[in-house]
């Protein structure tokens, strides 16, 4: 146990659904991240909130949406995917000094498993 | 490509051997670290190395870091069944990038 929890482990939906992934830590860390993991490609960093606001966000097209309502609380928002976003979606935490230059390791949850048929 | 990458793609070794996995990478760093994946998990972090380090142990782990040929290389000595996983490198100075990983067998 990482002390990050996400939530659901799988998840199926059709591409006309909305969806939402939770991601929670309970190590009191200031920094969460959406990640995205397929098959044979490097994995994707998406979105980084740092002390609560978004720091960056990697060219993710507009049906993910992510909301980051306190340091221990992440979701990311899903809606009209296409069947090439399926993937592994992983959240990871860290504490991170302020400035923005990151030394710490990351710490993941396992991941929610996604189909979009 | 801000991501390191990994080398071989895969690996295949018998239980008892050593493994020895390389990352190179292309932009400048704080420090390099390496995360283990289990099949469907999430990732797992093994050992990090500074950017003014050559090496470092951990148990079974030595990692070595070239910054001149921005390379590093990860060794698990005396493997076990255990550590067939995916290994990973991650490097970065604002946010950490990953490649595609060492697929690790170890065949008991």
């Known amino acids: 146990e990482t002390g990050v929890t996400q939530t659901p482990r799988h998840l199926v939906m059709g591409m006309t659904n909305k969806k939402s992934l939770k991601c929670e830590q309970h190590l009191g860390h200031n920094a969460m991240y959406w990640y995205k993991q397929s098959a044979k490609k490097p994995l994707e960093l998406m979105f980084v909130y740092n002390f609560k606001e978004q720091t960056e966000n990697n060219s993710v097209p507009s049906r993910f949406s992510p909301e980051c309502p306190n340091s221990s609380h992440l979701f990311l928002h899903l809606h009209t995917l296409q069947p090439e976003d399926s993937a592994l979606y992983l959240c990871?935490?860290?504490?991170?000094?302020?400035?923005?230059?990151?030394?710490?390791?990351?710490?993941f949850g396992s991941g929610t498993q996604l189909s979009v048929l | 490509s801000q991501q390191g990458e990994e080398d071989p793609q895969a690996l295949s070794i018998q239980e008892g051997e050593n493994a020895t996995m390389n990352c190179s990478y292309k932009?400048?760093?704080?420090?390099l670290q390496w995360y283990r994946q289990n099949s469907g998990r999430g990732l797992v972090h093994l050992i990090l190395i500074r950017s003014n380090e050559r090496e470092k142990h951990s148990g079974r782990l030595r990692v070595t870091l070239d910054t001149s040929k921005k390379s590093s290389s990860l060794l698990i000595t005396a493997s076990r069944a255990a550590d067939t996983a995916s290994y990973f490198c991650a490097t970065g100075v604002y946010q950490f990038y990953f490649g595609t990983g060492t697929s690790l067998t170890v065949i008991p």
């Open positions: 932009t400048s760093i704080n420090n």
């Open positions: 990871a935490s860290s504490q991170d000094p302020q400035g923005g230059v990151t030394n710490e390791k990351l710490f």
